[in-house]
């Protein structure tokens, strides 16, 4: 069965670290794959997303994520953490056979302390 | 600007009622989903659409109902068929080219009372 998971519930990090938010896939094929973020009563915002190319991708609010085809991950990464950055996270993937179903991880909240 | 809307955010059901979700989008999207979020659960598909007057159970459908009858709504109904349907509610809807990400609703929370 195709399944994400982010296997940290929760990450705790302080102001200025450099902080990872971990995901693994399991689907078949060449997934494109997309990391979220949802502040409370929110709806999700993209962050960014892998299609193709360079294994490291950059997307919104400093925020860059690494593909690593070999151990079908995709982790969330960021050089310093804000306070701002305190929020939860998701990571997502989508077979790239032409389907219109997304798989969702279950999410990791981040806590960043200044 | 461009984008989607739910409403109401914060919805009271009673037992035995049935309620309707709303949400709209603006952005010339094809494609429409609903998603229930619990805690700790991630999110889990109720329905999705991917052309008008067409529409495709997801996950968990039982107990909800949906129409398209127009490209820029997805209402979503919560029957009483629904035994827990205390939950955060997400619509969201993005372009048919398969790579493109979503685009999110805020949210409507919904209570039983």
């Known amino acids: 069965a195709q399944s994400v998971a982010q296997p940290e519930d929760q990450v705790k990090v302080a102001e200025g670290n450099p902080l990872t938010v971990k995901c693994t896939y399991s689907?078949?094929?060449?997934?494109?794959l997309f990391w979220y973020v949802q502040y409370p009563n929110r709806g999700l915002q993209f962050l960014l997303k892998?299609?193709?190319?360079?294994?490291l991708v950059k997307g919104s609010y400093g925020f860059e994520a690494e593909f690593n085809k070999s151990q079908t991950s995709f982790h969330l990464k960021k050089p310093s953490a804000l306070v701002s950055d305190s929020a939860l996270y998701f990571c997502?993937?989508?077979?790239?056979?032409?389907?219109?179903?997304?798989?969702f991880g279950a999410g990791t909240r981040l806590f960043v302390k200044a | 600007d461009g984008g989607i809307t739910q409403s109401p955010k914060y919805l009271f059901r009673k037992e035995g009622q049935n309620v309707t979700l709303s949400c709209e989008q603006n952005?010339?999207?094809?494609?429409m989903y609903w998603y229930r979020q619990d805690p700790g659960q991630g999110l889990r598909l109720i329905y999705y659409?991917?052309?008008?007057?067409?529409?495709q159970k997801g996950d968990i459908a039982e107990g909800y109902s949906v129409s398209r009858e127009k490209k820029e709504s997805f209402p979503l109904t919560v029957t009483s068929a629904q035994k827990n349907p205390t939950a955060f509610y997400l619509c969201?809807?993005?372009?048919?080219?398969?790579?493109?990400?979503?685009?999110f609703g805020s949210g409507t929370r919904l209570t039983v009372v």
């Open positions: 969201a809807s993005r372009a048919t080219v398969n790579y493109y990400g979503y685009t």
């Open positions: 689907v078949s094929g060449n997934p494109y």
């Open positions: 892998y299609i193709t190319g360079d294994n």
């Open positions: 997502a993937v989508r077979p790239d056979t032409g389907g219109f179903k997304t798989i």
């Open positions: 952005l010339n999207h094809d494609a």
């Open positions: 659409s991917q052309i008008v007057n067409d529409f």
